[in-house]
């Protein structure tokens, strides 16, 4: 198994603490830098704070106070360097309108395997 370059991070927007947890170490174990966080608003600081060392942005879409849609147009508009995977239980059809292709990178559908979480990864750092 190959792993990606060591800087590459990922900032993990996860409100559930067993997925956001569970979702660490898999991607840990492939070799990922992870940080992580409960909600969006905390996602926008920590991105504010590590704005050069974070390349991708992983958030649930479903998350009270700051949803998942809001915090991926905000890190569009102020971090465009960052690609963001949106991680939805909803299915594609979940996400309809304008704009939803430039709004996010890939989506990443729950419940996901280890496989399809790391596979999503590389997907979006792959230059």
Do not use: W
């Amino acid at each position: 198994m190959v792993a990606l370059s060591p800087t590459t991070t990922v900032l993990l927007v996860e409100d559930q603490e067993a997925l956001r947890v569970l979702a660490r170490r898999i991607l840990e174990r492939h070799g990922f830098h992870v940080l992580t966080v409960a909600g969006g608003e905390d996602a926008l600081t920590t991105l504010e704070q590590h704005d050069e060392e974070v390349n991708i942005l992983l958030s649930d879409v479903v998350m009270p106070n700051f949803d998942g849609i809001k915090l991926a147009q905000e890190v569009r508009s102020r971090f465009p360097k960052v690609k963001i995977i949106l991680m939805s239980g909803l299915g594609p059809e979940g996400f309809t309108g304008p704009g939803r292709d430039q709004l996010m990178d890939e989506l990443l559908l729950k419940p996901f395997t280890s496989e399809s979480l790391v596979a999503a990864i590389r997907n979006v750092a792959s230059p």
